[in-house]
């Protein structure tokens, strides 16, 4: 084939596809396949971890982000094309990211990963659950912080990997936040509240709030009216916290999918600043 598949050695990372093997409650020894693009040159070059929504696989991920050649780019497929709390994923990523670590081609300081929708649910997962350092800029589109995740005092967990979130933890700091929303999202309302799924969300800037204040933001709540229109389009409103290192897109008008080029280039610039100073 023309991308190399290739088992994860230590120190080799090339275009192509590699698997990582895992086993849970419905299948053992699974080869859990990872897609790659690496740019031309020695690097370091930093990370993009791109998450896949339900439906979704790394391999049309991978097809979506041809063009970005700035940087090493990772597509994981999710198992039965989604990603679910029932199975080890944050483990997957975990080994993804201690993988890639030991590859000289890599800038393991500067990793970002990127969530979309179902995706998005697994990113808020790994910012909770994943140890300091293991990545530096979380992309949120079209997910929430649902209320089993916080109770408005802690973030939660399950210590023994399944989907009883009942364990307070404190998630590791020092992370860059970018948040995407659609105020007519109705899986995801915009507002908080149970969506079309039947899953309940704490409303979009409220959970932003509490991630800034996590990292360390001292200021009160910015209030709905505190959004700042985008210069080349008046329906993204944008919210900065801690000298913008946290910023949330309300998409006015969009549901459960917010697309444009300047959502690219919002990603883009964002994943492009400096990692965030301890």
């Excluded at 549901?255 to 919002?266: A, D, F, M, R, T």
Aim: contains cysteine.
């Amino acid at each position: 084939s023309k991308a190399g598949v290739y088992k994860a050695a230590n120190g080799v990372l090339k275009s192509g596809v590699f698997h990582i093997r895992q086993s849970w409650a419905e299948v053992s020894d699974y080869d859990r396949a990872v897609y790659v693009q690496v740019p031309q040159g020695e690097g370091p070059f930093p990370v993009y971890i791109a998450l896949h929504g339900r439906g979704g696989t790394g391999e049309r991920k991978m097809m979506n982000l041809k063009r970005m050649t700035d940087r090493i780019v990772i597509a994981p497929d999710g198992y039965n094309k989604g990603w679910s709390q029932k199975r080890p994923d944050v483990d997957f990523v975990r080994q993804i990211i201690s993988y890639l670590k030991t590859c000289k081609v890599v800038d393991g300081s500067n990793i970002a990963i990127h969530g979309s929708s179902n995706g998005a649910g697994l990113l808020y997962r790994l910012m909770i659950e994943l140890e300091e350092g293991t990545f530096h800029h979380g992309i949120c589109s079209i997910g929430g912080l649902t209320t089993e995740r916080y109770d408005g005092k802690n973030f939660l967990w399950d210590p023994t990997g399944g989907d009883n979130n009942k364990t307070a933890i404190v998630p590791a700091k020092g992370r860059r936040f970018l948040q995407i929303n659609g105020t007519e999202d109705q899986i995801v309302p915009y507002t908080g509240g149970t969506g079309t799924l039947g899953i309940s969300f704490i409303a979009a800037q409220d959970s932003f709030y509490r991630w800034a204040v996590h990292m360390g933001e001292k200021a009160p709540q910015l209030a709905d009216s505190a959004g700042k229109p985008h210069p080349k389009n008046n329906k993204l409103m944008t919210y900065e916290y801690l000298d913008g290192n946290f910023k949330h897109i309300k998409a006015v008008g969009s549901k459960h999918g917010v697309q444009g080029k300047e959502i690219k280039e919002i990603i883009h610039e964002f994943i492009s600043q400096p990692i965030m100073k301890q």
